[in-house]
Each structure stands twice: as C-alpha cells, then as structure tokens.
C-alpha cells in the first residue's frame, strides 16, 4: 500500500523536535503541565463548562415534564352560594372542583420530541465551545513552544560568542591576532546577547499567555512530541461544528412541529362535588360534577412559532451547508501544509548538519591560523541561522499536524 508523505511516524517526529536544543534547555525544572492537562484546566476555567451541570439538569427537568400525564398541574376550584344577604332563608351552595389540563393531539409526542432535540442541542453547543477553545489553546501552545525553543538556541548562539570571544582575546594578547578582531568578536556577543534578550522577553510574553488561558504555569518540560497524526482516511463526519448546526436545525424543525400541535389553548377535565339546599329546613343534597371546558377558535402565537422556527432552521441548514464546504476545504489545504513542510523539514535538517560540519571544519581551521576570523564569525552565523530555520519548521509542522486534527474536529490528546 502506498504510504502518504503526511503519515509521518509520530515517534520520529518527537525526536526531531527534540534536535537542536542545548543542553541548558534540555535542563529545565520538573513540573508545569501537559498539553492536553493545560486544555482541561483551560476548560475548567470556560463559563459553559460551569454551568453545564445547571443545564443539563434544566435540559432533563424538561424531558421530564414532556412525559406527564397533564402538561400543566391541577389546579382547585371552591366556590360557595348563599343567599344570606338577600332573602335569607338558608339557601347555600358549596361545590369543589378539581382541573386538569388534557394535551391536544399530538401534543405530547412532539413536546418529549422537542426536549429531546433541546438536550441534544445543548450537548452539541458544549462540545463545539470545546473544540473553539482547543484551538486558542493549540496556537497558545505551539506559540510557547516556538519560544522556548528560539531563546534556547539564542542562548546556545550567546554561549558560542562568548567562547569565540574568548579566545581571540586569548590570541589577541599572545599577538597572534590584531585588537581589531578582538572588537569585531566583541561586537559579536553584544548581537548575542540583544538577540537572547528579544528571545527572552518572546518567551515571557508567550508564557503569560499560556497561563492567562489555562491560569496554570507555562509548560516546562520537554514532552514538546506533537500529536498523533490521523490517518488520510479520516473524515470530518462528527465535526464539533456540524454536529451543532445540525442540532440547531434538528430542535427548530421539533420545535415547528410543536407549535403546529399547539394551535389551541388546552382542553380542560373537570371533576369535583357539590352540597346545596333551597331552605334552611331542608338536608343537603350532594352531586358529582363532571364536566370539560373546551377553548374555541385559534390564536395567532402559534403561526408566530411556526415562522420563526421555521426561519432558524432555514438559516441552520444553509449554514450547516457553508459550514461543511469550508471544513473540507481547510482539512485539504491543512493535509498539504503538512506535507509541505515535511520538505521543509528535510531541507532545513539537511542544511543544519551541513552547516554544522562546516562550522567544525572553521572553527579548527581558526584555531590553526588558517582562517580569518570575518570567515570564522561569517560561518557561526550560517550555522546558527540553519539550526534555527531546522527548529522553527519542526515546530511548523508539529503545529500544522495540531491544525489538521483541529480542522478535522479532533480535541487535543
């Protein structure tokens, strides 16, 4: 089977991010968070994730009332006759009567239908606000990441300088070399070291971002291994986004539905006794009442609720449409960036050894005299340069295979 050029080994990938970085780096405090430890805490903090429990409850309470026998409660009716302020001759009348609301056809069916589809919306919402933050959290951790590892070949560049440095002083006090040489290698660490310091402040201002968004230290460690890389066949079926706009679409249609059923006040059963007597000699006789009160005509609301659900689900399934088309379109184009800078990749990598033989190869010949030290310094720099291209397309790419799993609508691993 043929194998494509973006189904890079996972395993290879971590390793080539791991090149390229100094020692001092590679010693950095334990502790901090992981990725995907740093996306939770971030979510942690989200207000949708706090106030989830409170509408999944509301979400239930609704399906619930969609089940019962009456869709309002009961309700109790006492009245009571006299004609004690007119002839008074003991007439009373008492009666108690107890009204439960009937569902009108189809009503109740398509009331549990849409508090289903309520529920299932706001899981779809959830989820989709999910995935939204998992991409700031991606951009904020590739961004640190890209960082770290500039002010660590920054500081790695400001270690060479200072080491070259001395040793023209060296070579400059034995008279093998003129002042001049001295000043130019000196001149060489002051770049270094404003270099180290932009690095510095780069990394401080993608640290505090990192933490503004999670509210937990900046990662720390060396784990920078990217993410899994899907496979070419995956597809963005059970993308976060279309899952929440086809149940947008799916609670307007229930929602029409309902309100077609709801043309109507609800019907009425009544139930209840009365006591009454003509005189005051006479006993009381006692009656069952039964009876149901019937709403006449139709209102208007419902043809509102009907045009309006109607419009949201118009509007969900065109965008639910847009929607797909611009996800596979940014699944391709994120397919090719990997791929493109899988090249990249190679190119920089091939270029950093070279140029790092090459520095080997000056740097002797410096020591030996047979080099000047412009070719010497001119060299360093090349070779710096190669390492930092060589470590900023590793990064590009680890955050290109992240932006192809975002753009599939996978969380973070």
């Not at 429990?53 to 006299?82: N, Y």
Request: hydrophobic share 45%; aromatic share 4%.
């Amino acid at each position: 089977m043929k194998k494509n050029r973006w189904d890079i080994p996972s395993a290879l990938l971590a390793a080539a991010l791991g090149c390229g970085v100094p020692a001092q780096a590679q010693q950095l405090p334990a502790g901090g968070e992981t990725f995907r430890q740093g996306f939770e805490a971030a979510w942690a903090r989200q207000p949708e994730q706090r106030a989830a429990a409170l509408r999944r409850d509301a979400a239930a309470a609704g399906e619930v009332a969609a089940r019962r026998w009456s869709p309002e409660p009961p309700s109790l009716d006492l009245t009571a006759k006299s004609d004690r302020t007119t002839d008074n001759t003991g007439a009373r009348e008492y009666e108690a009567t107890v009204a439960v609301p009937l569902w009108l056809p189809r009503e109740r069916s398509r009331s549990q239908a849409a508090a289903y589809a309520e529920s299932e919306a706001f899981e779809a919402r959830l989820l989709a606000a999910k995935w939204r933050l998992a991409a700031e959290v991606r951009t904020a951790h590739w961004a640190y990441q890209r960082a770290r590892l500039d002010s660590s070949l920054a500081l790695q560049r400001l270690d060479n300088a200072r080491r070259l440095a001395a040793d023209v002083a060296r070579r400059v006090r034995a008279g093998d070399l003129a002042r001049s040489d001295a000043h130019q290698a000196d001149g060489a660490v002051a770049t270094a070291e404003s270099a180290a310091a932009e690095a510095a402040v780069a990394l401080s201002r993608a640290a505090q971002a990192w933490t503004s968004l999670t509210g937990k230290p900046a990662l720390v460690r060396e784990d920078v291994a990217p993410e899994s890389i899907p496979p070419a066949t995956a597809q963005a079926a059970a993308h976060p986004a279309l899952r929440e706009l086809t149940a947008r679409a799916d609670l307007a249609r229930r929602q029409a539905e309902l309100a077609g059923a709801q043309t109507r006040a609800n019907p009425e059963l009544r139930l209840g006794v009365s006591r009454e007597r003509a005189e005051a000699r006479e006993r009381y006789a006692q009656a069952l009442v039964v009876g149901v009160r019937i709403p006449l005509g139709t209102h208007n609301r419902s043809d509102a609720k009907i045009a309006t659900a109607a419009a949201e689900q118009l509007e969900a399934e065109t965008q639910l449409a847009l929607e797909q088309e611009r996800i596979e379109s940014e699944v391709q184009a994120a397919r090719d960036r990997v791929v493109v800078l899988q090249g990249a990749v190679d190119a920089a990598e091939r270029r950093s050894r070279l140029a790092a033989e090459s520095r080997g190869f000056f740097e002797k010949s410096f020591r030996l005299g047979e080099s000047d030290l412009p070719t010497r310094l001119r060299v360093e720099l090349e070779a710096t340069d190669a390492q930092r291209q060589a470590t900023r397309y590793r990064i590009d790419l680890a955050e290109a295979i992240s932006q192809l799993r975002q753009s599939l609508g996978l969380l973070p691993e």
